[in-house]
């Protein structure tokens, strides 16, 4: 029986590049405070970096504020306004790292409880942006999005001959610009 030695740890605060993000959002404005609404978006995004690499599905619930701005229009639905968001995401992230010759990979989800990795995985959802509406129910808008969450896993140097593992910790942070298309139920 081999044994294998304690877990060297390893922290990495890891910045990278996102691809383009690719989702939906439901959102809805309340009648009585129309700055005020609530909403929830799904999206895909891979986060990549010289050590660390991700696939990341989001599932994000948020409150929403917006101001309007005084742009004139030809309809009475069409309009301009600035907004921001603030919630919860739960992701579900496959993660590879490779740092000096030790590699490792774990998939992390709400349900995953193996002594590897974190039991879930929730992060803070933080995004801001102009929304811009010509047309009664269409319209477009330019967002920030700020992506911020840790993960650690332990790694085993050989699965054959295991001789010593590494505990992997890593925060990723990224910085998102996201621009998209918009439909309005009436």
Aim: net charge negative; charged share 10%; glycine share 10%.
């Amino acid at each position: 029986m081999n044994q294998t030695s304690p877990p060297q740890n390893l922290h990495l605060t890891v910045n990278g590049s996102a691809s383009p993000v690719f989702g939906g959002r439901v959102l809805c404005w309340f009648e009585r405070a129309p700055w005020a609404g609530l909403g929830g978006d799904i999206s895909y995004y891979e986060f990549n970096s010289a050590v660390l690499n991700a696939n990341v599905f989001p599932a994000s619930v948020f409150g929403g504020l917006r101001i309007p701005l005084g742009i004139p229009s030809n309809h009475s639905a069409a309009r301009a306004q600035i907004y921001g968001f603030g919630g919860l995401s739960v992701l579900l992230a496959d993660v590879r790292a490779s740092v000096n010759g030790i590699t490792g990979h774990t998939f992390i989800s709400p349900w995953t409880n193996t002594g590897e990795s974190s039991t879930g995985l929730v992060a803070p959802y933080l995004s801001a942006g102009l929304a811009v509406q010509p047309w009664e129910s269409h319209g477009f808008f330019l967002e920030y999005r700020h992506v911020a969450f840790d993960v650690d896993f332990l790694t085993t140097h050989s699965p054959l001959f295991p001789t010593s593992n590494t505990r992997f910790e890593a925060s990723f942070a990224t910085d998102q610009i996201l621009l998209g298309f918009s439909f309005c139920f009436p």
